[in-house]
Protein backbone atom coordinates (compact mmCIF):
# COMPACT_ATOMS: atom_id res chain seq x y z
CA UNK A 1 0.00 0.00 0.00
CA UNK A 2 2.99 2.24 0.99
CA UNK A 3 4.59 2.19 -2.86
CA UNK A 4 1.16 2.70 -4.26
CA UNK A 5 0.23 5.69 -2.63
CA UNK A 6 4.30 6.79 -3.06
CA UNK A 7 3.75 6.12 -7.22
CA UNK A 8 0.32 7.77 -7.21
CA UNK A 9 1.98 10.78 -5.31
CA UNK A 10 4.99 11.06 -7.73
CA UNK A 11 2.70 10.69 -10.70
CA UNK A 12 0.51 13.15 -9.40
CA UNK A 13 3.34 15.69 -9.01
CA UNK A 14 5.44 14.79 -12.20
CA UNK A 15 2.12 15.27 -14.34
CA UNK A 16 0.66 18.46 -12.61
CA UNK A 17 3.35 21.14 -11.63
CA UNK A 18 1.30 23.07 -9.60
CA UNK A 19 0.46 20.54 -7.15
CA UNK A 20 4.46 19.42 -7.10
CA UNK A 21 4.51 23.51 -5.86
CA UNK A 22 1.98 23.19 -3.62
CA UNK A 23 3.62 19.42 -2.27
CA UNK A 24 6.86 21.81 -1.85
CA UNK A 25 5.62 24.68 -0.29
CA UNK A 26 2.29 23.15 1.96
CA UNK A 27 2.38 19.34 1.97
CA UNK A 28 -0.35 18.68 4.35
CA UNK A 29 -2.72 20.92 1.88
CA UNK A 30 -1.55 18.81 -0.82
CA UNK A 31 -2.00 15.41 1.21
CA UNK A 32 -5.52 16.74 1.90
CA UNK A 33 -6.36 17.07 -1.45
CA UNK A 34 -6.12 13.19 -2.31
CA UNK A 35 -7.98 12.42 0.57
CA UNK A 36 -5.09 12.04 3.45
CA UNK A 37 -5.71 13.78 6.28
CA UNK A 38 -2.65 13.99 8.29
CA UNK A 39 -2.91 13.48 12.22
CA UNK A 40 -2.08 16.29 14.24
CA UNK A 41 1.80 16.55 15.62
CA UNK A 42 2.70 14.71 12.69
CA UNK A 43 5.63 17.14 10.78
CA UNK A 44 5.73 16.58 6.53
CA UNK A 45 8.71 17.20 4.90
CA UNK A 46 8.62 16.10 0.84
CA UNK A 47 11.04 16.95 -0.86
CA UNK A 48 11.49 17.08 -4.44
CA UNK A 49 14.63 15.52 -5.95
CA UNK A 50 16.54 16.92 -7.64
CA UNK A 51 18.67 14.47 -11.35
CA UNK A 52 21.93 15.60 -9.73
CA UNK A 53 21.74 14.90 -5.92
CA UNK A 54 21.63 11.53 -3.76
CA UNK A 55 19.29 11.56 -0.76
CA UNK A 56 19.22 8.81 2.26
CA UNK A 57 17.01 9.57 4.87
CA UNK A 58 18.09 7.50 7.96
CA UNK A 59 15.77 6.67 10.61
CA UNK A 60 15.80 7.54 13.81
CA UNK A 61 17.72 5.35 16.40
CA UNK A 62 15.22 3.38 18.38
CA UNK A 63 16.58 2.39 21.86
CA UNK A 64 15.29 -1.29 23.22
CA UNK A 65 15.87 -2.72 26.39
CA UNK A 66 15.88 -6.40 26.78
CA UNK A 67 15.69 -8.47 29.82
CA UNK A 68 18.25 -11.11 30.58
CA UNK A 69 16.51 -14.15 30.68
CA UNK A 70 17.58 -17.70 31.12
CA UNK A 71 16.76 -20.03 28.48
CA UNK A 72 16.11 -22.93 31.07
Not at 21 to 49: F, M, R, W
Amino acid sequence: MKQDFELLLTKKAWENPDFADLLASDPEKALNQLGVTVPEGVKLKIILQKPDTLYFTIPPLIRVSFQKRSLY
